[in-house]
């Protein structure tokens, strides 16, 4: 067991298992996954510096899972694996694309990011891949910073940038 040293960025807790949650944090290893209320830690993978996951609650397995690295622009990886393994997906977004950092997991195929932040002269978005990320489809031009609400009926509510409202 690797002890967590990073700077917490989210906790996503399991729906169906209450016990197992995965936490990611930026300025070190990341991500982390408890099965046991966070008893223990085991480390998945061999990122580091992240923001947000994501994760395909659609597959009991959890195999899917979707992390976005911290203040950095098409920095989208996936691991179909649980973690174990870790594929960059973010290349397919725009080259002038701002930082991709709060990925949602819609199931397997399907994720949405955000692409917005601090960087100069680099344009902001929301983009979806129904893909496995693939191919990127921009949906909005405003952009959204920090972790979405999702609700119960599948609503997605995202902070824009700099306080200035919600999408």
Partial sequence: QEPIRHRPHQIVFDPTEPQRFWISGCYGASPFVTADAGQTFQRLGNLTHMDGIGIDFTDPQRKTLVVGLHEQARSVHKSTDGG?????????????????????????????????????????????TEDGGAT???VSDLGCSGRALVASDGTVFWGICYGNGIV
């Avoid at 973010?90 to 002038?96: C, K, M, R, V, W």
């Avoid at 199931?107 to 100069?120: F, L, M, S």
Wanted: proline residues 4%; glycine residues 8%.
């Fill in 84 to 128: 174990k393994t870790w594929q960059k997906i973010g290349d397919g977004l725009p080259e002038d694309s701002n930082h991709s950092t709060d990925p949602i997991v819609i199931d397997a195929k399907t994720y949405i990011i955000n692409t917005a932040g601090w960087a100069q002269k680099k344009s902001w978005g929301i983009y979806r």
């Fill in 136 to 138: 990127w489809a921009k």
